[in-house]
């Protein structure tokens, strides 16, 4: 079955850029999603297909998708970006795959 | 606005059933995928099944298959998630999400608040 591993933990200072990995067997090949999830509440889609930002995302949030590594980019992070981050992907042997998560902490 | 409102959850004996319901609003349903996504307790997310637009492709996590039944109802608006033999891992928050296309094999865009199961003697 397929498999995504992200990072347990990301933590930066407010204004850094974060990155979050999500690592998988050629995943360049897939299309990858990402959500944010903070304490109590739903997961928020944030990015679809590898890079594309639903509305009301902002341009700070991107994505990159190459190899066996997708990424999440946070520029300019801030207090309020605090979250839990899920990588997501189709794959025919176990349909909907989802990320171990990372915790991104802004000091 | 677009709405996901789950109900059904509760405690419930290892061995038993559970029906949880999804009531949407705010979109054209029989345009869209749903699915069931669950997250036990301080851990991450795990998918639980899928069902396409018209009903027509269905999947199921393998930790569930043959115990879980998802279904719809277009008419209602509606989406449906039939849980039998109920073990104690399958605990867990329950969230409703919308698929972003008609087909099951996309980014979900909104997901509900979810519903609680516990399943405990």
């Known amino acids: 079955s397929y498999v995504l591993t992200q990072p347990p933990s990301v933590s930066l200072a407010p204004g850094e850029t974060a990155t979050i990995t999500c690592g998988g067997d050629?995943?360049?090949?897939?299309?990858v999603h990402w959500y944010h999830q903070k304490p109590g509440q739903a997961p928020v889609l944030v990015l679809y297909?590898?890079?594309t930002r639903p509305s009301g995302i902002p341009e700070r949030f991107s994505g990159s998708n190459s190899g066996n590594t997708a990424t999440l980019t946070i520029s300019r992070v801030e207090a309020g970006d605090e979250a839990d981050f899920y990588c997501?992907?189709?794959?025919?042997?176990?349909?909907?795959?989802f990320g171990g998560g990372t915790k991104l902490t802004v000091l | 606005e677009v709405q996901l409102v789950e109900s059904g959850g509760g405690l419930v004996e290892p061995g038993k059933s559970l029906r949880l319901s999804c009531t949407t609003s705010?979109?054209?349903?029989?345009?869209?995928?749903m699915h069931w996504v669950r997250q036990a307790p301080g851990k991450g997310l795990e998918w639980v099944s899928g069902?396409?637009?018209?009903?027509?492709?269905?999947g199921y996590a393998d930790s569930v298959k043959g115990r879980f039944t998802i279904s719809r109802d277009n008419a209602k608006n509606s989406l449906f998630l039939q849980m039998n033999s109920l073990r104690a891992e399958d605990t867990a928050l329950y969230y409703c999400?919308?698929?972003?296309?008609?087909?099951?094999?996309?980014?979900?865009?909104?997901w509900g608040q979810g519903t609680m199961v516990t399943v405990s003697s």
């Open positions: 997501h992907v189709w794959d025919p042997s176990n349909h909907e795959v």
């Open positions: 069902i396409s637009w018209n009903s027509g492709s269905i």
């Open positions: 050629n995943i360049e090949y897939k299309k």
């Open positions: 297909d590898d890079n």
């Open positions: 705010g979109f054209t349903f029989d345009d869209h995928a």
């Open positions: 999400a919308k698929d972003i296309f008609k087909s099951w094999d996309h980014a979900f865009d909104v």
